[in-house]
């Protein structure tokens, strides 16, 4: 596949030692970029998003349960699901993803929701 990188008495040679450790190198390079990289920035976002939480937030916990959140300490919130009122207490990392902002305007409430 390489054949340009090595001499042509078969031996690899400086040349073909040279060419394994570029194709080493750039299938790192592509491993970095496709694997860990987009890894680590949708970790970035998950955290600044559990650490934007606010009173009011109506959220979804990574087990489906939906609430909006009365009480946060460092490394807790509480949540009120369901209409009869009930308060769960739950780890921050257990917040999947906002569902309504309680900062968001009337309008963009109502875009969340659809």
């Known amino acids: 596949m390489f054949t340009f990188l090595s001499n042509t008495t078969g031996d690899p ?42 009173i009011g937030d109506e959220i979804v916990t990574i087990g489906g349960i939906i609430g909006i959140i009365t009480n946060i300490t460092e490394e807790t919130i509480t949540i009120i699901s369901s209409r009869d009122r009930t308060r769960i207490q739950l780890l921050k990392s257990s917040v999947s993803r906002v569902q309504v902002s309680a900062n968001a305007s009337d309008e963009e409430k109502k875009e969340e929701k659809n």
């Not at 390079?29 to 990289?37: D, E, H, S």
């Open 13 to 54: 040679g400086i040349m073909g030692t040279w060419g394994t450790l570029i194709m080493i190198v750039i299938m790192i390079a592509v491993f970095y970029f496709f694997a860990i990289r987009p890894q680590k920035k949708q970790e970035k976002e998950t955290q600044a998003m559990r650490s934007a939480l606010s």
